[in-house]
Each structure stands twice: as structure tokens, then as C-alpha cells.
């Protein structure tokens, strides 16, 4: 409980920080960190949360494939398009942070 | 992110005097090259002894024909050309991101956009041929009272489909060339190679996705409950 609170804390902490940007009107980088900066700062936050999903959703697939072919080695085919499929579609979700990324930036 | 001018562009743009998009002559590139060289291998067609160049084109059909026949099942083969269209041209787009001096025409959004919008509009062009106007049912969900629920999400489903395909080929294809363009400008000398090994696989997976999908669709459109 301790250990959550103190994400809480951290969490609410970097967030604040975002506030000296609404004291720089005009675009100057004047004050604490300009749009720029924090868009990087959420490019790479986004990026990395979306990657770490990514992975764990794929981990879970290949794991239940792998699974699947070792009690029934015959089918390893047809289980080999699935997973194939599953993971590309478990892909382009991560891939859909990293174009607005490139798009934006 | 600096723009990449393919060899061939920055040619032909000196010889038109006109400013033509690199993924304009790329796609040029990969459908008058791959009409060429498939009309070369359809010369010399014969039963008994087939050439290397026959064998490789028989094996391409017949790996579109075997998807097409485990996903759509009985009438699969009819859907042979915009489903095999779609193969080769993805396939050989995303191929060309591999060769230094060329640009994948599939790595431009703009491309990739017009793929997916022709995949939509065959899939729903099939259904209506199939079906007639009773391809609305499609839209209405199982039972009639739930219409007005069911609709708008269908339709907001439906139009994910395009989307979810062409940002999924181009970010798959783009974000695989800007990779390799960095580590090749780092080190040129042995790390590219599993860079282009990591290409090939890509292109040749992100085929299969753009296809299979494509397929999945036009089978839900065309299918008689």
C-alpha cells in the first residue's frame, strides 16, 4: 500500500510539471520545459507503455500457441497461421502510438 | 526525418523537369516491372516440363488459391484476382525497401491508404454483387428490434477496417526502412544483415496480414447465413 501511494505521489509530481507551461504564453521556451520538450516527454512515455503492452499481449499468445502444439503436435500448421495473424494484429496496436509519433514530431 | 529520394526519382525528375513523388515512380516501378515479368514467364507455358520461372508462378497461385479455399471455403477461387493482386503488388512493394537506392512505395501513407480504400470497396461491392440489398442485413444485427443499437456500431466497425489496415502496412513498412536507414548510416559494414533479414520477414508478414484480412472480410460479406 506504501509502495502504491508512492507511484501516486510520483505520478501527481511529474504531472505537475506540467505547469509552468501555461505561464509562457507566445511559445517561448521561458520557464520549466516548453511544448516541445514535453512532447518528446510523451512521446517516449507513450511509446514505451504502449511497447511494454504490446509485449506482454504477445508473450501470452505465443505462450498459449507453444502450448497448444505440445499437446497436439499435427495441427502445428494451421496453429503457426493463427499466431502468426493474432501477432500481427497485437503489433499494430503498437505500431499505431509509434505513427502518431512520426506524424507529430 | 529527412525525406529519401530514390536513385530513380532524382532521375526522373531530371528528365521531366516535373516534381514527382518518390512513392509515385516507385509504384510505377512495381507495376509496369511486375507486369513485365510476369508476361515474360506466361511465354513459354507447357504441361509435361515446366520451366523454373513456371514452377515459381504455379506456386504462388497455388499458395493464394490454398488460402482462399481454407477461408472462404466452397466458391474461394473466383476472389483469385483482387486477393492475389494485392499479394504480389504488397509483396514486391515491401521487398523494394530492401534494396539500397529505392524507397518502399508502401512505406507512404498515401499508398497504403489507397490499398486498404480498394480492399474496402471490394469487399462491400462483392457482398452487395452476392447478396443484393439484402448485404444491409449485415449491418442490422441478429435481432430486427436492435437495430438502431446495432447500426452505428457496425458502421463505425466497418470503417475501422480501412483505417486498421493501411496505418498498420504503413507504419510496419516505414518504421522498418527508418530503422534500418539508422543503423545502416551507424555501422554499414556488418550489422545491416540481420536488418534485412528482419525486412524480409516483415514484408512477407505484413503480406499475409494485408491478404488474409482482406479475405476474412470479403468471406463475412459474401457468405449466406
Known amino acids: ?105 | 526525418m529527412h525525406e529519401l529520394n530514390s536513385l530513380l526519382t532524382i532521375l526522373i525528375r531530371g528528365l521531366i523537369h516535373r516534381e514527382v513523388p518518390d512513392y509515385f515512380v516507385m509504384l510505377g516501378l512495381v507495376m509496369v516491372g511486375t507486369l513485365f515479368v510476369f508476361w515474360l514467364g506466361t511465354r513459354r507455358l507447357s504441361v509435361d516440363k515446366p520451366g523454373i520461372f513456371q514452377q515459381v508462378l504455379e506456386l504462388l497461385a497455388e499458395t493464394v488459391g490454398k488460402f482462399l479455399d481454407d477461408i472462404i471455403g466452397h466458391g474461394g477461387r473466383k476472389f483469385m484476382a483482387p486477393i492475389g493482386t494485392f499479394a504480389v503488388l504488397i509483396l514486391i512493394s515491401n521487398l523494394m525497401g530492401l534494396v539500397p537506392g529505392m524507397m518502399p512505395p508502401t512505406g507512404n501513407i498515401i499508398v497504403t491508404v489507397s490499398l486498404a480504400l480498394c480492399s474496402f470497396v471490394t469487399y462491400n461491392f462483392l457482398g452487395i454483387r452476392a447478396q443484393g440489398f439484402s448485404y444491409i442485413k449485415h449491418f442490422m444485427g441478429p435481432v430486427l428490434v436492435l437495430t438502431p443499437l446495432f447500426f452505428p456500431i457496425e458502421i463505425i466497425s466497418h470503417l475501422a477496417r480501412p483505417l486498421s489496415l493501411s496505418i498498420r502496412l504503413f507504419g510496419n513498412i516505414f518504421g522498418d526502412h527508418q530503422v534500418s536507414n539508422v543503423f545502416v548510416h551507424l555501422v554499414p559494414i556488418a550489422i545491416p544483415v540481420p536488418f534485412i533479414l528482419l525486412g524480409i520477414l516483415v514484408a512477407f508478414i505484413q503480406t499475409l496480414v494485408f491478404s488474409l484480412l482482406s479475405m476474412i472480410y470479403i468471406a463475412e460479406a459474401v457468405e449466406h447465413h
Do not use: H, W
Open chain 1, 1 to 105: 500500500m506504501k509502495k502504491k501511494a508512492f507511484m501516486v505521489v510520483l505520478g501527481s509530481l511529474m504531472l505537475m510539471m506540467a505547469a509552468p507551461v501555461f505561464a509562457a504564453e507566445g511559445g517561448a521556451v521561458s520557464t520549466g520545459l516548453g511544448k516541445e520538450a514535453l512532447g518528446m516527454l510523451a512521446a517516449g512515455f507513450s511509446m514505451a507503455f504502449a511497447s511494454a503492452i504490446c509485449g506482454i499481449a504477445q508473450g501470452k499468445a505465443i505462450s498459449a500457441a507453444c502450448e497448444g502444439v505440445a499437446r497436439n503436435p499435427g495441427i502445428a500448421d494451421k496453429l503457426q497461421l493463427f499466431l502468426i495473424l493474432g501477432l500481427a494484429f497485437i503489433e499494430s496496436l503498437a505500431l499505431y502510438t509509434l505513427v502518431i509519433i512520426f506524424v507529430k514530431m
